[in-house]
């Protein structure tokens, strides 16, 4: 909605702006000259007033509403002060032309908002890609037949198959079979975990050898994956020290705006020159706007937290990720969550280790398992891998291979 206003109302500031008067002198040029070529800057200006400033309006009504004056009400003071400024002028009764400076600070304020809904857009993006984790569909096991329903037809006590390579649709626990499932969507621990029956199983985790059976045992918001996306929505929409302060701040500064276009207007009315009060009162309200605190601690703090959530940093709130620039220590309770979250070939046994590596990497060529794609990748880079049929000729006469993998860290590069 802010990006449809601002294109719009930056197209029609486009005529406004080149028909100003103003504008003319400081650039020394002249603009097409027609018949009722003066209604443009009023006519357009006013447009803009009312379909790229109604946000600011609706938004000021609602301050005003709360008693809790703040950034709309400031941008809507500003705008309205200068379209009645400038209908004056256009009257004869002011000798003060605002058009283009109200259609300017409604094309700024319109951008400034738009990249910041814009930012908040990708936070949530966060919560998108949470939700994305799970499957679309769960295979229902119902009188030893399988059936695949929406996930929402899913209820504590269900029977799922779950087969290699599918994604857990629900918490639960096996109940028949066993598989390494891969959890670092949820632990961050990139090592896949053997998973037996008796053992729990999480929402969005993989199993990457084998197929098992679980019962259903907590669905919906229940599960720990609604759990997660609970606490990055409660940290998106959290306030932080800093955002209400700049919200104190921007209700301070109206009353200092109101404040100072009053004593203004007193001054100039004293000193016996009435048209210089408005003017200059005019001016004063319409310069109060701020732009900069209004808009740039709320684009800081939702871009922050976006970052924080693409990177996998989890923010209970916003005053926690404010006080983090005061953390000097960081403690981890294992080196295994220092990873990719993918594993790599180290070193390979055997005589010839180019073959042997093509070999495995044949063999496991067709698997979802995280060690076979590490031998894959590993034995693509050194060359094109033989189908299966051929490795397993091969493999009747080379010793059985043995392949060392370890986990990738970040702070290493690859051996």
């Known amino acids: 909605m802010y990006r449809r206003r601002f294109w719009i109302s930056l197209i029609l500031a486009g005529p406004v702006v080149a028909y100003s008067d103003m504008i003319q002198d400081w650039f020394g040029f002249t603009a097409p000259q027609f018949p009722g070529d003066g209604l ?35 941008v809507s003071l500003a705008i ?61 096991v119902r009188n030893a037949h399988v059936e695949r329903v929406p996930l929402d037809h899913l209820a504590a006590g269900d029977l799922v198959l779950v087969r290699p390579g599918g994604r857990v649709p629900a918490d639960g626990e096996i109940v028949a079979g066993d598989a390494e499932l891969d959890e670092s969507m949820i632990t961050g621990e990139s090592k896949p975990v053997h998973k037996r029956e008796g053992d729990a199983v999480t929402a969005g985790t993989v199993a990457t050898d084998s197929a098992v059976r679980v019962r259903i045992s907590a669905v919906g918001e229940e599960t720990a994956l609604a759990g997660i996306q609970r606490l990055v929505s409660e940290a998106q929409q959290s306030r932080s020290r800093t955002q209400a302060i700049a919200d104190r701040a921007a209700a301070l500064l109206f009353y200092i705006a109101v404040g100072a276009a009053i004593v203004t207007f007193a001054v100039w009315v004293l000193l016996g020159d009435g048209d210089a ?16 605190l209004g808009l740039a601690i709320p684009l800081v703090i939702a871009i922050s937290t976006s970052l924080a959530a693409r990177s996998g940093i989890l923010v209970k709130d916003r005053l926690s990720l404010e006080r983090s620039r005061l953390v000097d220590v960081v403690l981890f309770d294992k080196t295994g969550t220092l990873t990719r979250g993918e594993h790599v070939v180290t070193g390979v046994a055997g005589r010839d280790h180019a073959t042997v590596l093509a070999q495995a990497a044949a063999v496991e060529s067709e698997s979802e398992h995280p060690l076979a794609r590490a031998i894959v990748v590993a034995a693509s880079e050194r060359g094109p891998i033989p189908t299966s049929a051929r490795a397993s000729a091969g493999a009747s006469l080379t010793p059985s291979p043995t392949i060392a993998t370890r986990r990738r860290r970040s702070c290493s590069s690859r051996t």
Not at 48 to 70: D, H, K, M, N, Q
Not at 277 to 291: G, K, Y
Request: hydrophobic share 60%; glycine share 8%.
């Open 40 to 74: 443009v800057a009023p006519v357009l200006g006013t447009v803009i007033f009312f379909y790229g400033g109604a946000v600011f309006l609706t938004g000021a009504w609602s301050e005003l509403l709360r008693r809790a004056p703040g950034m709309m009400l400031l």
């Open 80 to 140: 309205s002060v200068a379209l009645l400024a400038s209908a004056a002028s256009t009257l004869g009764l002011l000798d003060l032309e605002f058009w283009w400076e109200l259609s300017a600070l409604v094309v700024i304020m319109l951008l400034g908002h738009w990249q910041e809904m814009k930012a908040l857009g990708q936070a949530r993006g966060a919560l998108s890609a949470l939700a994305e984790l799970l499957p679309d569909e769960a295979e229902l």
């Open 277 to 292: 009060a408005v003017i200059r009162t005019v001016t004063v309200l319409v310069i109060s706007c701020p732009h900069a």
